[in-house]
């Protein structure tokens, strides 16, 4: 058998490659038309007498200063039937000493910290906190036009200005959706 | 060359049909997990994995990483999202409620 001309073989993998690059634009514009919605970051059911609504996991950046080793994964949970706001997040740090007691908002507001676990991985340590804050701080915070920056000891944290809008753009739609079916 | 793109695609499509209710397109819902006879209460957990090209996988979607990463430890319920696009890439989220 004779062996393929090398212009054949060149024409065959610049077809392969074109198709290829065709279904990947094609599958990340419809992951970035799905992610564009605001309220395709939010998950909300009944619970009980009222409304669960639960904003799917952010990232936020290290700030310059920032001792953590990744940025700060964070997930947010309201209620109908509560005016605090719930924020649970992931920090990931080499050191196993962090003061985790209390979490620092936008540098003004302080709340206490629950820890959920701590863990170690690799050469890290993975603290899983929760903090609980009135929806009227919330709003003032995560949802304002100012880039939110959250600090755990020397681990800090900051949304970038630029897409501060949009985040904030989701948490408001979490808050009206929590509005509208508050009795 | 058209037989190994036939070919390829065949085997996706073979691959999402045998994934029950996916879409071979997009996929995007959300299914019924387990119920508990715990009330509804006011945590949420999340886990998730992802596949890439369906050569690659990685993550655990699993009730009880959610349930951890909600600090959740009365379980009243669970959801399961899935979404697939042309099952190149595809995420499994579940989601714990509980207290």
Redo the contacts between chains.
């Keep these: 058998m004779a062996p393929l001309p090398y212009v054949y073989l060149k024409q065959t993998a610049v077809r392969l490659m074109k198709q290829i690059t065709a279904v990947a634009v094609m599958v990340l514009t419809v992951l970035a038309a799905t992610a564009a919605s605001p309220d395709k970051q939010i998950v909300f059911h009944s619970a009980g007498d009222g409304m669960l609504v639960f904003v799917k996991p952010r990232k936020m950046a290290k700030t310059a200063t920032s001792s953590a080793s990744k940025p700060l994964d964070y997930d947010i949970t309201l209620s109908t039937q509560s005016d605090t706001v719930s924020v649970t997040f992931t920090l990931v740090s080499k050191s196993a000493s962090l003061r985790i007691d209390s979490t620092s908002v936008n540098s003004s507001l302080r709340y206490v910290n629950e820890r959920l676990y701590v863990e170690p991985k690799s050469k890290n340590w993975i603290y899983r906190l929760r903090f609980k804050m009135p929806q009227d701080d919330f709003e003032a915070t995560f949802c304002g036009d100012n880039p939110l920056e959250l600090s755990v000891d020397n681990c800090g944290f900051q949304i970038p200005k630029k897409k501060q809008p949009k985040e904030a753009e989701i948490c408001r739609t979490a808050v009206n959706i929590i509005e509208m079916n508050r009795k | 060359?058209k037989k190994i793109?036939c070919a390829a695609i065949a085997a996706v499509a073979l691959s999402v049909a045998s994934c029950g209710s996916m879409g071979m397109i997009?996929t995007?819902y959300t299914a019924a997990g387990t119920a508990t006879s715990n009330?509804?209460?006011?945590?949420?957990g999340?886990s998730q994995r992802t596949s890439v090209l369906g050569l690659v996988a990685i993550g655990n979607s699993g009730i009880d990483a959610a349930a951890?990463?909600?600090?959740i430890k009365k379980i009243s319920h669970v959801?399961v999202r899935e979404?697939s696009?042309?099952g190149?890439?595809s995420t499994v989220t579940t989601?714990v409620?509980g207290e």
């Design positions: 060359m793109v997009y995007d009330t509804v209460g006011s945590k949420v999340q951890k990463a909600g600090g959801d979404f696009v042309l190149l890439f989601y409620y």
